[in-house]
C-alpha cells in the first residue's frame, strides 16, 4: 500500500540549529516525492521535489530509496521557517498521498 | 505561476442544505482535479480525482451520493456537499494537477472551511 511516514508531529529547535524532518514511504514502483510547507493561514506551497534536486530557502532532501527515505534538512533554522510540512508522494500524475505533517517551531 | 482559485474560502450552512465550493485554474488548464478533506491539525486526506468531462473517482469510504463532485471543464471542477451535516464540517482543499515543462506540477486552492450547524 502507498503510505507516507512522518514520525515527529512537532519539531521545536532554535534559531540557527540545524533541522531534520523525517519522511518514510512505501509503494510499489518509482514514486517522485515532494516537500509542501504551509504557512499559518496560507495554502499549501511547494517547497521542493526530488527530481529537481535543487536547494529551496535553504532547505535540501535526498531521495534514499535502500531506506525509503526523503527527509528534509537545513543547516540554521530561521524564525521564518516556522509552519506545517508535508511530505507526498505521487506516480505519474495521480494524487499525491501526504504524511500526516510536522509542525516546525524556530524559536530566538 | 500555476493559480488555483477556490470558492467560497468559508461557508456556514444549516444541517440538512447543500452546499457548492467551486475550484478554477486561473490561467491553466487542469489536466486532473483532486478534492481532499483536512481535520484540524492532521492530513489531506484524498477523497477523489476528476477528470474534465468524466465521473469522478472517490477514494475507499467516501460517499459519491454524499459528495458530488462535477468537472464540467479544463478550468472548473465543483464539489457539492449535499444534506450536509454537522459531521461533514471540515477544511476542503482543491488541486489541480498539470504538464509543466514534462512533469507534473500540482497547485492548490486556498481552502474552504465548511461548518455545519
Known amino acids: 500500500a502507498q503510505r507516507v511516514t512522518q514520525p515527529e508531529k512537532l519539531l521545536s529547535v532554535f534559531k540557527g540549529a540545524p533541522v531534520e524532518l523525517k519522511c518514510n514511504y512505501s509503494y510499489s514502483g518509482s514514486p517522485e516525492l515532494f516537500w509542501y510547507v504551509q504557512y499559518s493561514r496560507q495554502r499549501l506551497q511547494l517547497l521542493l521535489r526530488h527530481i529537481s534536486r535543487e536547494s529551496i530557502k535553504g532547505f535540501t532532501a535526498d531521495l534514499n530509496k535502500g531506506e525509503t527515505s526523503f527527509h528534509l534538512k537545513k543547516p540554521f533554522a530561521q524564525e521564518e521557517d516556522s509552519a506545517m510540512y508535508y511530505c507526498a508522494l505521487t506516480q505519474a500524475g495521480t494524487a499525491l498521498i501526504f504524511g500526516k505533517g510536522t509542525t516546525l517551531s524556530v524559536s530566538s | 505561476g500555476a493559480v488555483v482559485s477556490q470558492h467560497p474560502s468559508r461557508v456556514i450552512c444549516k444541517s440538512g442544505t447543500s452546499v457548492k465550493i467551486e475550484c478554477r485554474s486561473l490561467?491553466?488548464?487542469?489536466?486532473?482535479m483532486f478534492w481532499y478533506r483536512q481535520f484540524p491539525k492532521q492530513s489531506l486526506m484524498l477523497m477523489a480525482t476528476s477528470n474534465e468531462g468524466s465521473k469522478a473517482t472517490y477514494e475507499q469510504g467516501v460517499e459519491k451520493d454524499k459528495f458530488l463532485i462535477n468537472h464540467a471543464s479544463l478550468t472548473l471542477s465543483t464539489l457539492t456537499v449535499t444534506s450536509a451535516h454537522p459531521e461533514d464540517s471540515s477544511f476542503y482543499i482543491c488541486s489541480a494537477s498539470s504538464l509543466q515543462g514534462g512533469r507534473y506540477g500540482y497547485t492548490f486552492g486556498s481552502g474552504t472551511r465548511l461548518t455545519v450547524v
Open positions: 490561467d491553466f488548464q487542469a489536466t486532473t
